[in-house]
T-cell receptor
């Protein structure tokens, strides 16, 4: 899972395999969670989100799982492609007022041909 | 739609100099945000504007000021730049203001180097 520090966690998978990226969030009152993808030199790009009243949500080739009991979030990417290589961030909304996201450190995913 | 745009893309400053980073969105979003991203780290919120006419501090506001010029534009100012402010700055926006569970859309970033 993600943690505070200077070294980015990394994950390498073979092209075509499935990947799972994990994230431990900090606030049990957080009500909204987002996964972002960031390619080198670009801003974060939305992948998928999930609200706290759900435990699973699926998109195209991606699935997010939320386990509120242990404050854990995961992103599953099916049939990985070279274009999936990037840094992936989870973010939680900790505010009951205006949205204020807190980001995890990120995980660098590398897809090997 | 251009989405969220930021200028400049890259800037080098000397310690003590000032500058303003510009951000604009054309999605008619209510809320706008400024983040900084240091190497190997996630984004940290500097300031945000839940709606036109309001601004609030985020996690790391010291050394920065912001102006919500109108609904489209949200600027970030460094009055006296310090090397610790060397970072990549991202602007973002969301459609809804209060209590939102809406996606934030990000600009391409401004890379700032303070010597």
């Amino acid at each position: 899972g993600e943690s505070v520090g200077l070294h980015l966690p990394t994950l390498s998978v073979q092209e075509g395999d499935n990947s799972i990226i994990n994230c431990a969030y900090s606030n049990s009152a957080s009500d909204y969670f987002i996964w972002y993808k960031q390619e080198s030199g670009k801003g974060p790009q939305f992948i998928i989100d999930i609200r706290s009243n759900m435990d699973k949500r699926q998109g195209q080739r991606v699935t997010v799982l939320l386990n509120k009991t242990v404050k854990h979030l995961s992103l599953q990417i099916a049939a990985t492609q070279p274009g999936d290589s990037a840094v992936y961030f989870c973010a939680e909304n900790m505010s009951q007022g205006a949205q204020k996201l807190v980001f995890g450190q990120g995980t660098r995913l590398t897809i090997n041909p | 739609n251009a989405g969220v745009t930021q200028t400049p893309k890259f800037q080098v400053l000397k310690t003590g100099q000032s500058m303003t980073l510009q951000c604009a969105q054309d999605m008619n979003h209510n809320s706008m945000y400024w983040y900084r991203q240091d190497p190997g780290m996630g984004l940290r919120l500097i300031y945000y504007s839940a709606s036109e006419g309001t601004t609030d501090k985020g996690e790391v506001p010291n050394g920065y000021n912001v102006s919500r010029l109108n609904k489209r534009e949200f600027s970030l100012r460094l009055e006296s730049a310090a090397p610790s402010q060397t970072s990549v700055y991202f602007c973002a926006s969301t459609r809804v203001g209060q209590g939102s569970q809406e996606t934030q859309y990000f600009g391409p970033g401004t890379r700032l180097l303070v010597l």
